[in-house]
């Protein structure tokens, strides 16, 4: 148990629909992040929300869609994604900036197919 | 750009045996680290060893660091059959922004 809770932990979606990747956190930590996990590539970062702000973005195609409603809580909403979008999604979670590098916990991921 | 950069690509030794794994980097870092992932699991944060630090110990882990080189080694000593997963190291760019390697795979056989 990690503290850091993803669900679903597997998604097959079509190019056209909609869905949303959920992330929660039981650590008390105030930073969040999405990462991108493909085959025969590095770990990619997406998003970065501090004191649910969204502090980056790593050029991410506007077909993700990252939601942040309070610290313990993070969504991926996907619409018309492309096949090379599957991959595995994680969570990450750590204290916020400003105290000191602190390490980041991962939940297990969602292993998303587009079809 | 890809910051780490591990090898070996794959590891496969015996339970009981020392496995090494090394990462290179491109730019400066404040602080190097290591993560394992088992398979079908998220990461799990291993070890930080700081820009100023040359080597650091925990448990069974040994991580060294040279700016010089722009490398760093992870060292598990004793491996177990547990110890299969794997191994990325991960430099920070910013603040908080993590940049991984590809990874090392490392299979313990029994």
């Known amino acids: 148990e990690t503290g850091v809770t993803q669900t679903p932990r597997h998604l097959v979606m079509g190019m056209t629909n909609k869905k949303s990747l959920k992330c929660e956190q039981h650590?008390?930590?105030?930073?969040m992040y999405w990462y991108k996990q493909s085959a025969k590539k590095p770990l990619e970062l997406m998003f970065v929300?501090?004191?649910?702000?969204?502090?980056e973005n790593n050029s991410v195609p506007s077909r993700f869609s990252p939601e942040c409603p309070n610290s313990s809580h993070l969504f991926l909403h996907l619409h018309t994604l492309q096949p090379e979008d599957s991959a595995l999604y994680l969570c990450?979670?750590?204290?916020?900036?400003?105290?000191?590098?602190?390490?980041?916990?991962f939940g297990d991921g969602t292993r998303l197919s587009i079809l | 750009s890809q910051q780490g950069e591990e090898d070996p690509q794959a590891l496969s030794i015996q339970e009981g045996e020392n496995a090494t794994m090394n990462c290179s980097y491109k730019?400066?870092?404040?602080?190097l680290q290591w993560y394992r992932q088992n398979s079908g699991r998220g990461l799990v944060h291993l070890i930080l060893?700081?820009?100023?630090?040359r080597e650091k110990h925990s448990g069974r882990l040994r991580v060294t660091l040279d700016t010089s080189k722009k490398s760093s080694s992870l060292l598990i000593t004793a491996s177990r059959a547990a110890d299969t997963a794997s191994y990325f190291c991960?430099?920070?760019?910013?603040?908080?922004?993590?940049?991984f390697g590809q990874g090392t795979r490392l299979t313990i056989n029994p």
């Open positions: 990450a979670s750590s204290q916020a900036r400003g105290q000191g590098y602190q390490p980041q916990h």
């Open positions: 650590l008390g930590h105030n930073a």
């Open positions: 929300y501090n004191f649910k702000e969204q502090t």
């Open positions: 730019t400066s870092i404040n602080n």
């Open positions: 060893i700081r820009s100023n630090e």
């Open positions: 991960a430099s920070i760019q910013g603040a908080q922004k993590l940049v």
